[in-house]
């Protein structure tokens, strides 16, 4: 199974931009990269998906490197709501992969 | 339409007890996962069930660890004879169906301590 490398911790200002990076050098052209995040004492919550072009949704952007190997998630003005435990999550079309292999994933704290 | 409701949400038993632990999935999807979050580790795949069927167990312990998902009512997790390694939060996950844009949407866990 292809992974994913984290850093394990980011800290971020209220109302600025956090860039959560994410290294998955293993990729094959099949493996979908998702983003859950986990805010304390909560379950998962699904934060957005791609595969080779970037994407946008109402709580973040994704943007994957040309060759694929990382990415980068982008929370364009960070709240206090936002500290949580982001995991970047790589999924295998070919084996329509329901299982979501959760890493360490990156624990962001956003000062007031 | 409620999310994912998991009970209890808190749930304390003695070792050698049996834990129980439901969740419904939202409405409208028939596909349920359970994951298990042991305190400071990641979430780990414990099962995928559908209605009545389970697809993958791959995840979960070999014993006193089982798991159905009948045609009426909640998923249910059982745990036979708890011991203190099984304290942990358990999630459920449920999705209307599988594939790469398929989001799998979480109750809030059931943190099981045994004592």
């Known amino acids: 199974d292809a992974k994913t490398t984290q850093p394990n911790s980011m800290e971020s200002n209220e109302e600025e931009p956090v860039h959560l990076p994410c290294n998955h050098s293993?990729?094959?052209?099949?493996?979908?990269i998702h983003w859950y995040r986990q805010l304390p004492s909560q379950g998962p919550e699904y934060v957005i998906h791609g595969l080779t072009s970037n994407v946008n949704n109402r709580m973040a952007s994704l943007a994957i490197a040309e060759d694929r190997k990382s990415s980068t998630l982008i929370l364009h003005r960070a709240t206090l709501r936002d500290a949580a435990v982001y995991y970047c999550?790589?999924?295998?079309?070919?084996?329509?992969?329901?299982?979501?292999?959760f890493g360490a994933g990156t624990t962001v704290t956003v000062r007031a | 339409n409620a999310g994912v409701m998991q009970n209890p949400r808190h749930l304390v038993r003695r070792r050698g007890q049996e834990a129980r632990l439901r969740c419904s999935p939202m409405k409208g999807h028939s596909h349920v996962y359970w994951y298990r979050q042991l305190p400071e580790e990641g979430l780990k795949f414990m099962v995928y069930l559908q209605k009545e069927n389970i697809i993958d167990e791959s995840g979960m312990p070999k014993e006193r660890f089982s798991a159905e998902f009948p045609k009426e009512g909640p998923s249910i997790l059982r745990i036979q004879q708890v011991v203190r390694g099984d304290s942990a939060a358990y999630f459920c996950?449920?999705?209307?169906?599988?594939?790469?844009?398929?989001?799998?949407?979480f109750g809030q866990g059931t943190r099981l301590t045994v004592v």
């Open positions: 996950a449920s999705s209307p169906n599988v594939g790469m844009n398929t989001e799998a949407f």
């Open positions: 293993t990729i094959s052209g099949t493996d979908y």
């Open positions: 999550i790589l999924r295998d079309v070919r084996s329509n992969d329901y299982k979501l292999s």
